[in-house]
């Protein structure tokens, strides 16, 4: 991944009927800067596809842009251009500006022609069923397949990934699994459960079904949510805190950074009594196995040895 601080885009811009710009398209991307002549004889080759499709009131037009990382985005293309280079691998989640990205991005309705405004799709429902185009979903953002084909990547069910998305080579994706924008793996993962914003998961880590990881700074604290390397959140658990490498969460279990969690490893207390911590004290620690204990109710936690998880090769080739 370069280091630059400014990426480029050449591609096509959606344009409504009343002017609002619904989306813009970046199959080329790149960190750095774009090369003037290099641009003049992509406009040529984007100039021919670009034109009207009266069946959605809509007209594409080319597009070029470079934006500094460092700024907020500034403009609907602006904000679609980040959020391709996050998912053509160009630049690292959590390491752009996306303040204010919400108010650059339209409501849009989405059909399987292309974007277009909610109103028109309303008013020209007759003229779309007639074309055979159907709406698929009402959103500010769109599916990441529809812009980017990730390259080594299974995506069981497109409409749960969202443009924005980092997923590494190996990524299995299967059909309850979820990954927001700004958001995904850095490495080969399996992911069954939820990646909110913000939250990045390691390489060979495994996100049960049913999982769920809270978003980024959640609750207000100071402690990025991410997962580290070979860990395991096991169906229908749930965490709020970071984990390092090779830590277990145990299914059904819900972790967050105000849990209290029995340290059955660690010294007793003064009173001869396991020790008492927020689940905050722990996060970011390796080698770390949280469960429920059956009896008490209690989550209770210890250090482990060894690694947390062994992906299948064969899934994640």
């Known amino acids: 991944m370069s280091n630059a601080r400014t990426v480029w885009g050449i591609g096509l811009t959606t344009i409504a009927g009343d002017g609002t710009v619904l989306d813009a398209w970046f199959p080329e991307v790149s960190a750095g800067d774009l090369d003037a002549a290099d641009a003049a004889a992509a406009a040529m080759t984007w100039e021919a596809l670009a034109g009207a499709d009266d069946r959605r009131n809509v007209r594409t037009?080319?597009?070029?842009?470079q934006?500094?990382?460092?700024?907020?985005?500034?403009?609907?293309?602006?904000?679609?251009?980040?959020?391709?280079?996050?998912?053509?691998?160009?630049?690292?989640?959590?390491?752009?500006?996306?303040?204010?990205?919400?108010?650059?991005?339209?409501?849009?309705?989405?059909?399987?022609?292309?974007?277009?405004l909610p109103a028109d799709a309303a008013r020209l429902r007759p003229l779309l069923q007639r074309h055979g185009i159907q709406v698929?979903?009402?959103?500010?953002?769109p599916r990441l397949t529809d812009y980017v084909l990730p390259a080594g990547v299974r995506i069981a069910d497109a409409s749960r990934v969202r443009l924005g998305a980092y997923l590494s080579p190996g990524t299995t994706v299967m059909h309850e699994g979820f990954v927001n924008f700004n958001a995904g793996t850095l490495g080969a993962s399996m992911v069954e459960g939820r990646i909110s914003q913000g939250v990045v998961v390691g390489e060979?880590?495994?996100?049960?079904?049913?999982?769920?990881?809270?978003?980024?700074?959640?609750?207000?604290?100071?402690?990025?949510?991410?997962?580290?390397?070979?860990?395991?959140?096991?169906?229908?658990?749930?965490?709020?805190?970071?984990l390092g490498d090779d830590c277990i969460l145990e299914a059904g279990v819900y972790l967050t950074a105000g849990s209290k969690v029995v340290l059955v490893d660690g010294p007793n207390t003064a009173d001869g009594g396991k020790r008492v911590v927020k689940a905050a004290e722990l996060s970011g620690g390796n080698g770390l196995l949280f469960w429920r204990n059956s009896v008490s109710g209690a989550i209770e936690a210890k250090q482990r040895t060894g690694v947390g998880v062994t992906l299948n090769e064969a899934l994640h080739a």
């Open 61 to 65: 037009e080319p597009v070029q842009l």
């Open 67 to 116: 934006v500094d990382l460092d700024q907020a985005p500034a403009s609907t293309a602006d904000a679609y251009l980040r959020l391709h280079a996050l998912s053509h691998l160009v630049v690292r989640p959590n390491e752009l500006n996306l303040d204010g990205i919400f108010a650059h991005l339209p409501n849009v309705a989405w059909t399987t022609a292309g974007p277009m």
């Open 136 to 141: 698929q979903g009402l959103d500010k953002f």
């Open 204 to 242: 060979g880590s495994d996100i049960g079904g049913g999982a769920s990881i809270m978003g980024t700074l959640s609750g207000g604290g100071s402690v990025r949510v991410s997962i580290g390397e070979r860990t395991l959140l096991g169906a229908n658990a749930g965490l709020g805190i970071a």
